[in-house]
């Protein structure tokens, strides 16, 4: 009988971590979360995963820990015993990051540090191979240096959160090439979905939208409209993650879909689809600015999909509609394309659950 694979998640909670769990569990896979202690509940998106860890078969178990706290990551890798580690937690906001930048870098750059560390302890001690998954960004290309942005385009970060995913990035290289640690790089571009935080300038207009159909809002206030990026489906891009480790050999890859559109699109795009102009609503509030901006992304996913046979299957279009479309439905807004498959149950026992944790 085949042993039943196991993954350790950080940043379960969050947008990624929350399709990469679902994945992972229809493949059979037992999963292990690493979520914080909060005074409120943050377990929102997985609510509707989780089994209380009684329930005979139960596949999802969540344990506290921080990547701050590099002895309790060394105590959950012997605990849980992964075969593979995927590192999504981060505080991922990249204008916070101007106004935290000492503890964003501590999560991105330190806490990768910390977990290959103890990722490297524990294969030396055991001789059990633990697959590596980095969560890097196309945040690291920053100032452009040439498009599309490949695997081999220059570097560039303009935020402490991009300095800080361009250590790990390198520290994860590093740790391949010093202690053979099957350690991939992916190199996402920005991705998106109904699950997305509610500050990312995304989910703040679909939001809106609802908040404005629902007349609980009558404005928006945004920063600059002018840049650009290339924006893909977050359930497609988790698939990518799990395909990288299950290669043969460990590598890096860009995750992206080739297209990119300025947020004036995306603006467009979302308030044509309620018959709203855009422009009637959104005004500029310079708070939203950052101090060094990132003006053009757009990725070249060839190595992806020729080597991991990865591509997107939702278009921009497709994904604007589908983000406007659940924020109304979750304001009672009939919207005839809604198609419910995002709704996340509310299941009280996870509730329980943890609070006998
Ligand atoms: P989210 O911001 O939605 O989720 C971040 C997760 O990290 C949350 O679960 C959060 O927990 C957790 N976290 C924050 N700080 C810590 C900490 N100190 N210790 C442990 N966990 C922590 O991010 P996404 O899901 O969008 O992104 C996942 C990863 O991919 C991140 O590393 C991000 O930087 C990276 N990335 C994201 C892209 C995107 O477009 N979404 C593109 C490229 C890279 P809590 O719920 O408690 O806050
Ligand atoms: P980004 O995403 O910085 O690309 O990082 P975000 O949605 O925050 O910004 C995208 C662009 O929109 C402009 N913008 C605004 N942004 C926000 N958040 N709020 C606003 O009001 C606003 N107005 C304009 C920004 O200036 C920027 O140009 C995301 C995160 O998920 C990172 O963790 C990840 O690494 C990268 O994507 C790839």
Known sequence: MTETKRALITGITGQDGSYL????????????????????????????????????GAKLFLHYGDLADG?????????TCPHEVYNL?????????????????DTVAMGALR???????????????????????????????EVPQSETTPFYPRSPYAC??????????????????????????????????????????????????????????LGNLEAKRDWGYAKDYVVAMWLMLQQ?????????????HAI????????????????????????????????LLIGNPTKAQTKLGWKPTVTFTELVHLMVDTDLHALGIKSPNYQGEETLPDIAIVRQALATM
């Open 21 to 56: 769990a679902e994945l992972l569990l229809a493949k059979g896979y037992e999963v292990h979360g690493i979520i914080r202690r909060t005074s409120t509940f943050n377990t929102d998106r997985i609510e509707h995963l989780y089994q209380d860890p009684h329930t005979p």
């Open 71 to 79: 002895v309790t990551l060394r105590r959950l890798l012997e605990l």
């Open 89 to 105: 937690g981060a505080q991922s906001h990249v204008r916070v990051s101007f106004d935290a930048p000492e503890y964003t870098v």
């Open 115 to 145: 977990l290959l560390e103890a990722i490297r302890d524990y294969e030396q001690r055991t001789k059990l191979q633990v697959r590596y998954y980095q969560a890097g960004s196309s945040e690291m290309y920053g100032l452009v240096q």
């Open 164 to 221: 800080g995913k361009l250590f790990a990035h390198w520290q994860t290289v590093n740790y391949r090439e010093s202690y053979n640690i099957f350690g991939c790089n992916g190199i996402l571009f920005n991705h998106e979905s109904p699950r997305r935080g509610e500050t990312f300038v995304t989910r703040k207009i679909t939001r809106a939208i609802a908040r404005i159909m629902a007349k609980q809002q009558d404005k928006l206030f």
């Open 248 to 260: 043969e050999t460990p590598d890096d890859y860009v995750i992206a879909t080739g297209e990119t």
């Open 264 to 295: 004036h699109e995306f603006l467009t795009i979302a308030f044509d689809y309620v018959n709203l102009d855009w422009k009637n609503y959104v005004e500029f509030d310079a708070r939203y600015l950052r101090p060094a901006e990132v003006e």
